[in-house]
């Protein structure tokens, strides 16, 4: 299993790690919930690089192994 970035409560939707991602496999969330915007990673795209996780200013990615689990959409997790 590869390591795949997942992004945390702790996200302030300041798109640093977005911008960062030679993968692009951060996008803001479909649907925004009160507080900042959120950001979700896609599992099948994200290759575990860890360049969102050095960039992040609040420490809110982090690199986890995923037993093939997937989220709602079929292709992203997200913690809260």
């Known amino acids: 299993m590869m390591p795949?970035?997942?992004v945390t409560s702790r996200c302030q939707g300041c798109g640093a790690c977005l911008l960062t991602c030679p993968a692009r496999?951060?996008?803001?969330?479909?649907?925004?919930?009160?507080?900042?915007?959120?950001?979700?990673?896609s599992e099948k795209l994200c290759t575990g690089c860890g360049e969102c996780v050095e960039v992040c200013p609040v420490d809110a990615i982090d690199l986890a192994r995923l037993p093939g689990e997937t989220g709602a959409a079929g292709e992203t997790r997200e913690e809260t």
Not at 26 to 32: V, Y
């Open 25 to 41: 496999a951060i996008r803001p969330a479909r649907r925004r919930v009160r507080g900042p915007a959120r950001l979700i990673v």
């Open 4 to 6: 795949v970035a997942v």
